[in-house]
């Protein structure tokens, strides 16, 4: 999401809810993160990372913008060849996230004109999406399951656009079947991916509930109370720049981990 999203601040220091959201998306994939390239013993750390994803998701989907920067491809590009280099192949490795986020953001215009017209065609789109989530994964991290929730996020944005009694308007009615559907897939493809022990599997299920819980009260507006200058400063800056810092945690991680010796951990959890 650009920042040409985001409503007119009245301050340079304003923080918007986007910028919120951006952070604690950011905190969760620094668990994982360090779960992958530093510890691969700790399970737990990549079970609650699994909450950061459905944030980015659901926040381009939400987001008006279909324009996607050059350098999502790019770094898209950049980060799957160094996995391929890291694990010496091309075996298990798909494409980074960037590119399903570039694709996503570039096929939403499609999505709004053509299938959230109707409640079938919607229904018929998060069927099919669902069925590829196997095999879209071996393609792209987050496959089709990333294309879900962005899905949530687009029908949320439509059921404010179109007000209404939030308990009988049909955008509203969609956008919370959507939320549960998508919320259930992601969890299973999760416990699918990474085959996680019941303790585990409480704390991944619970983040990823709690997080798109909350979703699904979202609304883009600058926060009411304002912050000192340090954390508005940090907090504008994640949510300005969030992928450029996901970019960045990936390249330094990755160095610190050839640097200790460590191997890096497969999706379930055990160290390649």
């Known amino acids: 999401m650009s920042a040409a999203d985001l409503p007119r ?95 996503i953001r570039l096929s939403l215009s499609f999505i709004e004109a053509n299938v959230m017209r109707a409640w079938w065609r919607i229904a018929l789109f998060a069927a099919a999406l669902a069925a ?3 095999l ?41 079947a959507l939320g549960a559907f998508a919320t259930l897939a992601y969890i299973g493809m999760e416990l699918y991916d990474y085959e996680f022990e019941v303790a585990d599997t409480w704390i991944m299920a619970g983040g990823v509930i709690l997080v798109s819980g909350l979703l699904l009260r979202f609304d883009r507006r600058d926060v009411a109370r304002p912050l000192p200058a340090t954390p508005a400063v940090l907090l504008r800056l994640c949510g300005r720049r969030s992928l450029e810092i996901y970019i960045g945690q990936i390249v330094v991680l990755m160095g610190i ?3 200790l010796g460590v191997d890096a951990a497969d999706e379930d959890g055990d160290e390649r």
């Open 132 to 134: 590829l989530m196997p």
């Open 257 to 259: 981990g050839l640097a």
């Open 9 to 103: 601040s009245s301050s340079a220091l304003a923080v918007t809810t986007v910028d919120l959201w951006k952070s604690a998306a950011l905190l969760l994939i620094l668990l994982d993160h360090l779960w992958f390239y530093i510890w691969p013993d700790q399970l737990w750390m990549t079970a609650l990372g699994r909450a950061a994803l459905p944030i980015f998701f659901f926040l381009i989907g939400f987001a008006r913008t279909r324009h996607v920067p050059w350098f999502w491809w790019a770094a898209g590009a950049g980060l799957t060849a160094l996995d391929v280099w890291r694990h010496g192949g091309f075996d298990e490795i798909s494409l980074n996230v960037m590119f399903n986020f570039a694709v």
């Open 136 to 176: 879209a994964g071996q393609v792209v991290e987050y496959g089709s399951e990333g294309w879900l929730l962005a899905l949530v996020g687009l029908a949320h944005r439509r059921a404010l656009d179109a007000g209404g009694d939030r308990q009988r308007d049909p955008a509203w009615l969609v956008r919370r």
